[in-house]
């Protein structure tokens, strides 16, 4: 009994220690970075983003909103679409979303609505969303969105002060409210972005990529069929006065007619086969 009691005190002890190193490594903490805030040094100056790291001792208080935390790069809040930037050369503001409707089938709360664009000349319907809502009040920023999109056309935003105080003006996004430029999240996760780059084979959209590469291979081949093509080699023709070579007679085994031991009905044809070849001959003499 004795030492299971010294042994509760004993962690009891340790428990303090472990509080009292952060107590006093809040106020080193504090001291040094005052001294650096303060400082004429250039990068002397330390960032709170810095502080708030992984590297920072002891425990602090963030004065929010004056002071706000780095969100790491995979930080997941409301989802958002990617547009192309709107000085794009080619498709400036065009959606990277073909309303494909994936990203809905895998909303565990289905907060996602999507109205699927329509052409107005065929009827026909086309890759593009005529309309799209999130409601951010259902949504649990789970990702499931971003995961499943087959063209990186939806991720997830770092923006969480979304606070209002009227729900349906302001906390049912619409195509509008949601469509963000495609240099928007290179900026907010940019390692990221270089990994899908990578994986879709380059910076544009998938459908772009593949009509470049279409491109190129048909005028690939179209300069192929374009190319001059060689000259044929001339063919070496014998002289007139140069007589063909006659081909050498075949020679023909004779024909024993009266031989007993041959069978008459092997001899007959044995006899034609001769005929017959001895006319080819005969033909080819005369041309």
């Not at 002891?58 to 990617?82: H, N, Q, S, W």
């Not at 990186?152 to 906390?171: G, Q, V």
């Not at 290179?186 to 380059?202: D, L, N, S």
């Not at 001899?267 to 080819?284: I, N, Q, T």
Request: hydrophobic share 35%.
């Amino acid at each position: 009994m004795a030492e299971g009691g010294f042994g509760y005190g004993l962690g009891i002890l340790k428990g303090m220690g472990v509080t009292f190193k952060h107590f006093v490594n809040t106020y080193a903490a504090d001291i040094g970075y005052l001294l650096n805030m303060y400082s004429d040094r250039p990068g002397s100056g330390t960032k709170f983003e810095t502080r708030q790291g992984l590297k920072a001792r002891g425990m602090y208080t963030v004065e929010y909103p004056d002071e706000k935390l780095a969100v790491p790069e995979r930080f997941r809040f409301v989802p958002f679409l990617i547009v192309e930037d709107y000085d794009h050369e080619e498709r400036p503001g065009h959606d990277w979303c073909t309303s494909c409707g994936i990203c809905a089938k895998v909303c565990p709360p289905q907060c996602i609505w999507i109205v699927r664009g329509t052409n107005p000349e065929t009827g026909r319907p086309k890759p593009e969303p005529e309309a799209f809502f999130i409601d951010i009040d259902i949504c649990m920023n789970c990702g499931y969105c971003a995961e499943f999109c087959p063209f990186d056309a939806i991720k997830m935003d770092h923006d969480y002060e979304l606070a209002s105080y009227d729900r349906t003006t302001n906390h049912i996004f619409d195509k509008q409210k949601l469509s963000k430029e495609f240099r928007y999240w290179r900026t907010i996760a940019p390692t990221t972005a270089v990994e899908e780059m990578e994986a879709r084979g380059g910076w544009e959209h998938t459908d772009v990529i593949k009509a470049r590469k279409k491109a190129e291979k048909a005028g690939g081949k179209a300069a192929a069929k374009s190319k001059p093509k060689a000259a044929p080699k001339a063919e070496v023709k014998p002289a007139a006065d140069a007589a063909p070579a006659a081909p050498a007679p075949v020679a023909e085994a004779p024909v024993p007619e009266d031989d007993p031991n041959i069978d008459p009905k092997k001899a007959r044809l044995m006899k034609k086969r001769a005929e017959m070849l001895a006319r080819k001959e005969a033909r080819k003499k005369n041309k």
